[in-house]
């Protein structure tokens, strides 16, 4: 029987273990099975961090606008890839093996921010696995929490890292494959990634 201690448990550790297979991949150079490319990704950052400076946003304020932001994709993804594929996969006939596949292949690709070149971003395809277990034993609510405590975390540890980055402590100790690319310069990333080589990236 699924708890809810061991819901938010499992949830926050399975943050840190999609996070630690980022990494891996962006070590061996494995790009495809990472959402987005890491210049892409550096880029983004660099972005929010500009807009943090501009607005004066607070750090509470960031916490609280990313857990609004992130709410209703913790339940349509939800209603689309558990309560509808999952379920009516079982119902056509299917067995669990093809059912969690298949779903979670489908749940990685809906993570893809590099479209159109093709990424199957391998912590969300794992992530897919976790939720599915999660629907087949606890039910729809259960994957929709998960799923949204997996979120939280996500907004909670990136805002940390857009907040101390420049400040070294625990923004340097969470943020290792991206050092100094929280920047507002984010016209100088674009040049870099526009393939001007005098550009530079990261510093």
């Known amino acids: 029987m699924i708890t809810w201690a061991l819901l938010i448990g499992w949830s926050i550790l399975e943050f840190f273990l999609a996070w630690g297979i980022c990494e891996l991949c962006e070590k061996l150079h494995l790009h495809g099975l990472m959402a987005r490319p890491p210049e892409k990704d550096a880029l983004t950052r660099a972005k ?82 976790t939720l599915g277990m999660i629907y087949l034993f606890g039910g729809l609510w259960m994957a929709m929490a998960c799923h949204f405590i997996f979120n939280v975390t996500a907004v909670v540890v990136g805002t940390v890292r857009y907040y101390s980055q420049s400040k070294g402590g625990i923004g340097s100790i969470l943020n290792r494959r991206g050092r100094g690319v929280y920047r507002p310069d984010t016209a100088k990333w674009e040049e870099y990634l526009n393939g001007n080589s005098t550009a530079k990236g990261p510093a």
């Open 48 to 129: 929010v961090q500009s807009k943090i400076k501009e607005y004066q946003i607070t750090f509470s304020k960031m916490v609280l606008l990313g857990i609004i932001y992130i709410t209703p994709f913790s339940i349509v993804e939800e209603l689309i890839f558990r309560a509808a594929l999952f379920s009516g996969m079982f119902a056509l006939g299917f067995g669990l093996t093809p059912v969690l596949i298949v779903s979670s292949i489908l749940f990685a690709l809906a993570h893809n921010d590099d479209w159109p070149r093709f990424r199957l971003p391998i912590s969300q395809f794992l992530g897919g696995i």
